[in-house]
Each structure stands twice: as C-alpha cells, then as structure tokens.
C-alpha cells in the first residue's frame, strides 16, 4: 500500500506489516487535499473497466505505484495555498 503524503511516508512500513498479516491486495492513494498531488501514487491492474479493478482487488492482482512527497514541497503547497486564499 502506498499513501504519498507526508504522512503516509510515517507509516509505510507498519502498513506493510500489517497487510502481510491480513493478506490484501495493494492499494494505492494519492490523498489528495490539494490539486497539485492528486494521482502522485496509483494502483495498477490489468483491465480498463470497473469490474476489472473489483476482480483485480478481489484476486491481489494489483500494483502500486507513486512517490512520496517530502516536507519542503508539501510545506510550500500549503504555504501557496494559504496566500492564494488571503490575497
């Protein structure tokens, strides 16, 4: 499972722990607050259609992709966020 906020990068491994202990497919999530990092990270699967990615899912067929934001450029989008909002 891949979560590229800052966040995520936190908790990566323990994610990995515990999704070999429950056996799921991999997943991936942008957690997208802000427009500039929606689709940083993407699951993968053979297939174009919804019911694919359900049977992808339901049959661990999936791959992860992404890249995990660092601090500064995070601190930056917030930063540019909040002085577009002010001004």
């Not at 491994?13 to 991999?26: H, P, Q, S, Y």
């Not at 699967?45 to 661990?60: N, S």
């Amino acid at each position: 499972t891949i979560n590229p906020s800052v966040g995520g990068r936190i908790v990566h491994n323990k994610g990995r722990e515990k999704n070999k202990k429950w056996d799921l497919a991999r997943f991936a999530g942008s957690d997208g607050h802000m427009k500039e990092v929606v689709g940083d990270a993407q699951t993968l699967f053979e297939g174009r259609t919804a019911q694919e990615f359900k049977d992808a899912i339901l049959t661990k067929k999936t791959q992860v992709t992404g890249h995990y934001h660092g601090w500064k450029p995070h601190l930056d989008l917030v930063l540019k966020r909040m002085k577009g909002s002010n001004g």
